[in-house]
């Protein structure tokens, strides 16, 4: 685990915890401007080149009507998964997958302002 949990909290509030900290961070790293790829300030550096499809796919997603939003983010957070799994192993697969859940958090927190239901 990344970090050490409090005896005196409970796994599941810990873990909601973090999961606002990196929508915390997402958002105040990302451009408020539509659909672009991977919408960033240099965040994903070292990972864009890998991700870019996936974030295309989900901006797709988003302006499809008939496809839930959480469809959208879960098939969003299996294509990034699977780009990391894919290129990278040791040290720096687990940092991919660490941007990857950052990426999760931020659509599932702050998606709503881009997702068109209809």
């Not at 870019?52 to 959208?72: F, I, K, L, Q, V």
């Not at 879960?74 to 040791?90: D, E, I």
Request: one cysteine or more; charged letters at 20%.
């Amino acid at each position: 685990m990344l970090f050490i949990e409090p005896p005196w909290v409970s796994r599941n509030r810990f873990k909601m915890r973090i999961l606002i900290l990196l929508s915390l961070l997402c958002m105040a790293v990302w451009r408020v401007d539509g659909s672009d790829g991977c919408t960033n300030y240099g965040m994903l550096t070292k990972f864009e080149r890998i991700f870019t499809p996936a974030c295309n796919a989900h901006d797709d997603c988003y302006s499809r009507s008939g496809t839930s939003r959480r469809t959208c983010d879960q098939r969003f957070h299996s294509n990034l998964l699977s780009a990391c799994r894919s290129n990278y192993s040791g040290l720096t697969r687990w940092q991919c997958e660490i941007y990857a859940n950052a990426y999760r958090a931020g659509v599932r927190t702050f998606g709503w302002l881009y997702y068109r239901s209809g």
